[in-house]
């Protein structure tokens, strides 16, 4: 079945400094990624859109200067925390569909997520 | 605004209970539910519905959808200890013309005690 990758599992950084995650649809392209916050106990929030070749799209509140989102092939997309702030530490988790064997309607597959721990 | 919204926000039963948790939603655009179990890191799919009334079931899980309602219900019979997780609801809409989007509930949390 489909297989969506995500590096790291989890990051500790300091306060200011800069950290790339990394999605990867493994065995199927995807034109489209998405990227999802959790915070503890909670439900995960669509953050944005990555649309390979083009510019994402975000959500309503979330800064675009602050999670910047790459997405240069069909089988990678790249979310970079700048400047991160203890306030962004949380569970990011990335999915992506596989519209070869399911169409646009196919469930999405996530990546196993990425614990930021920003201290 | 679309919304979706699962209840009981937590739930905590004994081995052998059966359980139902339940999901509405307020969207445009609807296009299928999913229901999804979370327990350590991503969530794994259980079900995708599109049609009213149809039940969807995998062992001791079903699920079933009421497009009239607006609401879909997850059963699970003779719970174990292993069912014990998030269950998360999620709905997909057509948004941008093209491109499908994932509004998930709020989840409900399952501990299932020996």
């Known amino acids: 079945g489909a297989v969506v990758s995500q590096h790291p599992s989890w990051v500790i950084c300091k306060s200011g400094t800069s950290v790339k995650i990394e999605c990867r649809s493994l065995?199927?392209?995807?034109?489209?990624m998405f990227w999802y916050r959790q915070f503890p106990k909670q439900s995960l929030m669509l953050m944005a859109t990555?649309?390979?070749?083009?510019?994402?799209?975000?959500e309503q509140g979330v800064e675009k200067d602050k999670f910047l989102i790459n997405h240069a092939s069909l089988t990678l997309s790249t979310l970079t925390v700048t400047s991160a702030h203890p306030e962004d530490s949380s569970f990011y988790i990335c999915?992506?569909?596989?519209?070869?064997?399911?169409?646009?309607?196919?469930?999405?597959?996530f990546g196993n997520g990425t614990r930021l721990t920003v201290t | 605004e679309d919304k979706v919204v699962q209840s009981p926000l937590s739930l905590v039963v004994h081995e052998g209970d059966t359980v139902t948790l339940n999901c509405s939603y307020e969207?445009?655009?609807?296009?299928?539910l999913l229901w999804y179990k979370q327990e350590k890191k991503a969530p794994t799919f259980l079900f995708m519905l599109?049609?009213?009334?149809i039940e969807k079931k995998s062992g001791r899980l079903s699920s079933i959808l009421d497009k009239k309602e607006l609401f879909s219900i997850l059963n699970i019979t003779a719970t174990q200890t292993g069912d014990s997780a998030i269950y998360l609801c999620?709905?997909?809409?057509?948004?941008?013309?093209?491109?499908?989007?994932?509004?998930f509930g709020t989840g409900t949390l399952l501990a299932v005690q020996p």
């Open positions: 999915s992506a569909r596989d519209l070869g064997t399911g169409g646009p309607n196919s469930p999405l597959h």
């Open positions: 065995d199927f392209q995807a034109t489209t």
């Open positions: 990555s649309n390979e070749g083009s510019k994402a799209t975000y």
């Open positions: 969207v445009t655009n609807f296009r299928s």
């Open positions: 599109t049609s009213s009334g």
């Open positions: 999620a709905v997909t809409i057509l948004y941008g013309g093209a491109t499908n989007k994932l509004i």
